[in-house]
């Protein structure tokens, strides 16, 4: 027996093992995330209430929030220029609040994710920053996990007002003539936050009717 016979023969004995490897690791794989994937998109739903927990009190609503929801398109008013969701709290069957994804465009930074609840009165029910690149103990105030006030952190102000208390010509940092508190050092990143929050309260007011009207799991 030759050789190059020897050496092709265990070539392809080598290649054949390397496939069964493949197949058998593909395999196992594919079983384990099967396996696991209730469990992760369980633990991703609890993430997402828990945070829409924060904006929104559970009493104020009384349906499946994450199964009543709305996809939007490009939407400038929030910033969302790939689109996103909005969810809709009900209670007792009557519209309660618009829990939003909305994106500040103008941080010091880049973009500062922003998830809020406004409710059908217009008035905010909270306001948190779910991702930002902020210089960090600096501009990254503006996430309550950062704030160093814990007791009053920034983001808190926005909680309870709406146009009828500030109008959309004073919903500005104090620097720029509104009445929000702002850093010094960091003004930026509050501006953007403000204003960001400003036209959500906005677009939630002006499209109430209009995201309520949409079946669930539609698009608007």
């Known amino acids: 027996m030759s050789a190059r016979y020897t050496a092709a023969r265990t070539s392809v004995r080598t290649a054949g093992i390397m496939v069964l490897f493949t197949m058998a690791f593909t395999a196992l794989m594919s079983g384990t995330f099967e396996l696991t994937r209730p469990a992760i998109e369980a633990s991703a739903l609890e993430g997402k209430m828990r945070l829409i927990r924060e904006v929104l009190p559970p009493s104020s609503y009384d349906n499946v929030l994450l199964e009543d929801s709305v996809a939007l398109g490009p939407t400038p008013e929030l910033g969302l220029d790939q689109g996103g969701h909005v969810f809709r709290a009900r209670l007792a069957g009557q519209p309660a609040a618009l829990v939003m994804e909305v994106v500040a465009p103008d941080g010091y930074a880049g973009r500062i994710q922003l998830v809020m609840a406004v409710g059908v009165d217009g008035r905010v029910s909270g306001v948190r920053v779910t991702g930002h690149r902020e210089t960090p103990g600096l501009g990254d105030y503006i996430d309550p996990n950062k704030d160093r006030n814990k007791s009053q952190p920034w983001i808190g102000q926005f909680t309870g007002v709406s146009f009828t208390d500030v109008g959309l010509d004073k919903w500005k940092v104090k620097r720029d003539g509104g009445i929000f508190a702002y850093r ?36 608007l």
């Open 184 to 219: 010094s050092g960091a003004t930026i990143s509050a501006r953007a936050v403000t204003n960001a929050t400003a036209r959500a309260v906005d677009y939630a007011i002006r499209q109430r009717d209009a995201l309520f009207a949409v079946q669930a799991g539609g698009r």
